[in-house]
């Protein structure tokens, strides 16, 4: 099995930047073991939206229209990471963000094409 880990979440204001990683671990970790990582966030009430999503080997990058131009995910390799850096942040960003593993291609685009999926981190914008 794979975890993952978020982190660098907390309390901005409109405009800032914000910087998340996920850091996936596991013992069956290699470069086969995981297709693509995935950036999520919810708000209460409503399911997880992807907002960006990235392979973990080599191809293109998803971004949703609500981050495109704002965000920007990538990842280290050696370091089993993926960053989602987040600038020009609106109050509508503010929500749980969580990353979460594609096991298999194509890159998915719902919450059921990930599994398994971190503990999320909360994001806040506001004045």
């Known amino acids: 099995q794979i975890q993952l880990a978020e982190s660098g979440g907390g309390l901005a204001r409109p405009g800032d930047s914000l910087r998340l990683a996920c850091t996936v671990s596991g013992r069956t970790l290699d470069q086969y073991s995981v297709f693509a990582i995935g950036w999520f966030r919810q708000v209460p009430g409503k399911e997880r939206v992807l907002v960006a999503a990235?392979?973990?080997?080599?191809?293109?990058?998803y971004y949703s229209d609500s981050v495109q131009d704002r965000f920007t995910i990538s990842k280290d390799n050696a370091e089993n990471t993926v960053v989602l850096q987040m600038n020009h942040l609106k109050p509508e960003d503010t929500a749980v963000y969580y990353c979460?593993?594609?096991?298999?291609?194509?890159?998915?685009?719902?919450?059921?094409?990930?599994?398994?999926w971190g503990r999320g981190t909360q994001v806040t914008v506001s004045s």
């Open positions: 990235i392979p973990w080997r080599t191809g293109s990058s």
């Open positions: 979460a593993a594609d096991r298999l291609p194509p890159m998915g685009r719902r919450a059921a094409d990930y599994q398994p």
